[in-house]
């Protein structure tokens, strides 16, 4: 996947780049934002993952998942935030 265009996307809020627990954090949390945009509607995986593709960098996708499998497997580390039925979350 290519990189991100806007390179303020490598950095956290406070100018440092994501890695690690603050990357896994990033995600989560502009994965949510992302699925609750779609007004309860279940959003594919591989849509999400697109997504996520767009949003974060290779480095960030390297610590949370690298292909749509992983990503279901990252999202089922976060139950108490997604509900994922069929390949679709909530």
Known sequence: MPEPKDPTKLLGEDGLPLVGVRAKQAAVDYMREYVEGQEEV?????????????????????????????????????????????????
Do not use: G, M
């Not at 959003?43 to 998942?65: G, M, S, T």
């Not at 990252?74 to 108490?80: E, M, P, S, V």
């Open 42 to 90: 279940p959003v594919p995986l591989e849509q999400l993952y697109a997504q996520f593709c767009a949003r974060f960098p290779h480095a960030v996708r390297q610590d949370v998942a690298t292909n749509p499998k992983e990503l279901l497997a990252f999202l089922k580390l976060n139950r108490h935030v997604f509900f994922i039925r069929s390949n679709k979350v909530v």
